[in-house]
């Protein structure tokens, strides 16, 4: 498949039982529809680490979606984890996008929060 964002190829990596597409070049990932979910909750997720800085205006990009073959644009939605982090949603599937950098920033806020939630107060 062809990357949502940028002319790179997508390639399908697997992370704790979770396949998702990565783009060999932008480090954008795609997930379809409940994977985002599992893959915040993996201990382990270097494959998927951002291995690359030429992801920049790509967050204002508008993508179209690799599963339904662009009938429709992807949404951009803004990440209840972080209001700086905005997931690209498919209408018609489900799928997600995020752009290069995007994971780290949403699994830090993921783990940061669990955290909190155990701190004595």
Not at 4 to 9: L, T
Not at 65 to 75: F, I, N, Q, S
Not at 87 to 113: H, S
Request: aromatic share 6%.
């Amino acid at each position: 498949m062809k990357c949502v964002k940028c002319e790179g190829n997508l390639v399908s990596t697997d992370v704790g039982g979770v396949v998702v597409d990565r783009c060999d070049d932008c480090s954008g990932i795609w997930f379809d529809t409940f994977e985002l979910e599992q893959v915040l909750g993996q201990d382990d997720v270097r494959a998927l680490k951002n291995v690359t800085a030429n992801n920049k205006g790509h967050d204002a990009q508008r993508g179209r979606c690799p599963r339904c073959g662009g009938d429709g644009k992807l949404v951009r939605v803004v990440s209840p984890q972080r209001r700086d982090v905005h997931i690209d949603t498919c209408a018609v599937c489900g799928g997600q996008w995020l752009d290069g950098g995007e994971l780290e920033m949403l699994r830090a806020g993921f783990w940061g929060r669990l955290a909190g939630l155990f701190r004595a107060r």
